[in-house]
């Protein structure tokens, strides 16, 4: 089916990836431009030598018109004019065929067998002209191997290369869709479609301190040159929206986890009791019944208590209580809440 599918890849827009060079193209028109009627076809080796070429690739990238293999035609899914045309080749030897075609590809054929040129597989990715092959549902051309340090922030085996996003967002959106990663992680997602001109939403509950998805994008913003910023002329610029939810259990929970002693963890605990959402399956007044029984727990231990005591259905503030006075919402809070959920 050579050349059938690439005339359907080129009909459908096929995206093209880069591949390694392939040998396959092992002969060469030594007279070109002479014309069909007059070439003369020798090995790429025997072509090598005569002309000084140090390799293949040199040959290729100089001549890449000349460069040629022999694939077996296939005659489903051709014309009538085509399948004679085949035929008429197998029974003329060292003869080449040419078929012109104003929507494809012209077909040439010699011994029965077409002619294929390495010229036809070369293609422009990321601004370079390289050996191309379709893209398949299998994508292993992406490599994970190297992106640790891309956007200047690590996240050991939990990130995704960012030609990977590109590929996707080239896939499935244009400059101006909005996007949305409701897991961001370090922020690989929102980088892409920054430096891709889309808008974009994340959402990440996890603190990754130095290397979160907000320092990312300001690197971003700073003009970043690692993933895919070469691949589209990315020189920085534009800015972000940044918001954190405000939170309600959750911060009594980091309280718990940077006490140090039992007399902090006692002052935590009665303050929760005032003012914190303790699961609806406990009953303080046990606990404190019980004190003695908590002190003598490991620090650690203590720590683990405390937190299982809270309701984790309340980490955060919601949306519900935006305008309940004990929660000190500011107006700048509650006008940008309305705003993003569309009030």
């Not at 054929?109 to 070369?122: I, P």
């Given at each position: 089916m050579i050349g059938l599918f690439q005339e359907i890849y080129a009909t459908?827009?096929?995206?093209?990836?880069?591949?390694?060079i392939d040998t396959a193209y092992n002969q060469f028109i030594e007279n070109y431009e002479a014309g069909i009627k007059q070439w003369e076809i020798i090995t790429l080796k025997e072509a090598m030598k005569k002309h000084g070429f140090s390799s293949v690739e040199v040959a290729i990238n100089k001549f890449?018109?000349?460069?040629?293999?022999?694939?077996?035609?296939?005659?489903?899914?051709?014309?009538?004019?085509?399948?004679e045309l085949i035929d008429k080749s197998k029974k003329t030897p060292n003869k080449i065929f040419q078929q012109e075609r104003t929507d494809y590809q012209d077909i040439y054929?010699?011994?029965?067998?077409?002619?294929?040129?390495?010229?036809?597989?070369?293609r422009e990715?990321?601004?370079?002209?390289v050996?191309?092959?379709?893209?398949?549902?299998f994508w292993?051309?992406?490599?994970f191997q190297g992106i640790a340090k891309e956007g200047k922030v690590i996240l050991k085996k939990g990130k995704k290369p960012e030609f990977l996003l590109k590929r996707i967002m080239e896939f499935s959106t244009v400059a101006g869709d909005l996007i949305l990663d409701y897991h961001l992680g370090s922020g690989t997602t929102c980088a892409v479609a920054h430096k891709m001109g889309r808008q974009y939403i994340g959402i990440e509950q996890l603190n990754y301190g130095e290397n979160n998805s907000v320092v990312r994008l300001q690197n971003v913003i700073k003009g970043d040159q690692s993933g895919i910023s070469k691949s589209v002329n990315w020189k920085g610029g534009g800015s972000f929206l940044y918001c954190e939810i405000m939170e309600y259990n959750e911060a009594y929970i980091n309280s718990v986890r940077k006490a140090k002693t039992t007399k902090e963890l006692l002052a935590i605990w009665e303050e929760m009791q005032e003012k914190a959402f303790i699961s609806y399956k406990?009953?303080?007044?046990?606990?404190?019944?019980?004190?003695s029984e908590f002190e003598s727990l490991s620090l650690d231990e203590q720590r683990r208590f405390l937190i299982e005591l809270l309701d984790k259905n309340q980490l955060y503030v919601n949306y519900s209580e935006i305008y309940d006075e004990d929660y000190k919402i500011s107006d700048t809070d509650k006008k940008l809440n309305r705003i993003f959920y569309g009030e």
């Open positions: 459908l827009g096929i995206t093209y990836v880069r591949r390694d890449p018109e000349r460069v040629i293999r022999y694939a077996e035609p296939n005659y489903d899914g051709v014309g009538k004019e085509t399948k054929l010699l011994n029965g067998q077409r002619v294929l040129f390495y010229k036809d597989k070369l990715i990321d601004g370079e002209i050996t191309s092959e379709p893209l398949t549902n292993s051309d992406i490599p406990i009953d303080p007044k046990t606990i404190n019944a019980n004190i």
